[in-house]
C-alpha cells in the first residue's frame, strides 16, 4: 500500500514564524503535491513538484515555498506565518500521469 | 472562478437508497475526472475515475457518469451505508498532471 506521512497532525504557531511541514512517501513517486483544505473552498493546489528540485506553482503560491531534496521527501514552508494560513494541510502524490493522488492524513495548522 | 462545483453543499439519504452526488465543470480541456471521499481528520481517499473518451465506469456500488456536453458527471452510491457518510469531493484534470476539486458536498446516510 502507498503510504504518504506528513509530519504532524496538528500544529499551532504564532503570527511571524517560519513553519515547515513536511511530507515523505514510500512508492517511489515522481510527483507531489501541497494543496490547502478550507471549508466551502475544497482543496486547493499551493505548489507541485514532478521530480527532484524541481518545483512549480500552484492556484495559491503566494505565502508558500517548497523544497524537494529527495524523491520521497516534500516540505512546505510558510516563511511567515499569518492567521490567514491557519487551515488543513495535505500531501499528495502520484506516480504518473492520470493516475490518482494519494494523500496523507493532513495537517490541521492554527496560526494566533 | 471556480472551474468545477458542487452545487450542493450536503445530501441527507435513507440507508439503502441511492445516493447522487452531482458535478459541473466549466473547462473543456479537462480529460479525466476522479471522485474522492474525506472522513474528519482524514486525507481524501480515490474512489472511481473516469476517462472523457467513456461515458460510464463502475466498480462494485460506486458508479461515475460523465455527460461531455452537458459538462456534467455524478456520482452514484448503491445501496448507501452509513459508512458512506463523508465530504465527497469532485475533482477534474488537465493534460494528466494537475487536479482541479470541487468544493465538496457532505453525504449523510441515516439508518
Known amino acids: 500500500d502507498v503510504k504518504v506521512t506528513q509530519s504532524s497532525r496538528y500544529l499551532v504557531k504564532r503570527t511571524g514564524e517560519k513553519v515547515f511541514l513536511e511530507c515523505v512517501q514510500d512508492?517511489?513517486?515522481?510527483?507531489m503535491f501541497w494543496y490547502r483544505q478550507d471549508p466551502g473552498l475544497g482543496l486547493r493546489l499551493i505548489y507541485f513538484?514532478?521530480?527532484?528540485?524541481?518545483?512549480e506553482k500552484g492556484d495559491i503560491p503566494e505565502g508558500y515555498s517548497v523544497s524537494r531534496e529527495k524523491k520521497e521527501r516534500f516540505s512546505l514552508i510558510l516563511e511567515s506565518a499569518s492567521t490567514n494560513q491557519t487551515s488543513m494541510y495535505l500531501c499528495?502524490?502520484?506516480?504518473?500521469?492520470?493516475?490518482?493522488?494519494?494523500f496523507g492524513p493532513g495537517t490541521r495548522l492554527t496560526v494566533l | 472562478d471556480q472551474q468545477v462545483k458542487q452545487n450542493s453543499p450536503s445530501l441527507s439519504v435513507q440507508e439503502g437508497r441511492i445516493s447522487i452526488l452531482n458535478c459541473d465543470y466549466t473547462?473543456?480541456?479537462?480529460?479525466?475526472f476522479l471522485w474522492y471521499k474525506k472522513y474528519p481528520a482524514e486525507g481524501p481517499t480515490f474512489l472511481i475515475s473516469?476517462?472523457?473518451?467513456?461515458d460510464k465506469n463502475e466498480d462494485g456500488r460506486f458508479t461515475v457518469f460523465l455527460n461531455k456536453s452537458a459538462k456534467h458527471l455524478s456520482l452514484h452510491i448503491v445501496p448507501s451505508q452509513p459508512g458512506d457518510s463523508a465530504v465527497y469531493f469532485c475533482?477534474?484534470?488537465?493534460?494528466?498532471?494537475?487536479?482541479?476539486f470541487g468544493a465538496g458536498t457532505i453525504l449523510r446516510v441515516k439508518s
Open positions: 513538484s514532478y521530480d527532484v528540485k524541481m518545483k
Open positions: 473516469i476517462s472523457s473518451i467513456k
Open positions: 512508492m517511489d513517486h515522481e510527483n
Open positions: 475533482a477534474a484534470m488537465e493534460y494528466g498532471n494537475k487536479l482541479v
Open positions: 499528495a502524490s502520484t506516480p504518473d500521469y492520470y493516475n490518482e493522488q494519494f
Open positions: 473547462n473543456s480541456m479537462f480529460d479525466y
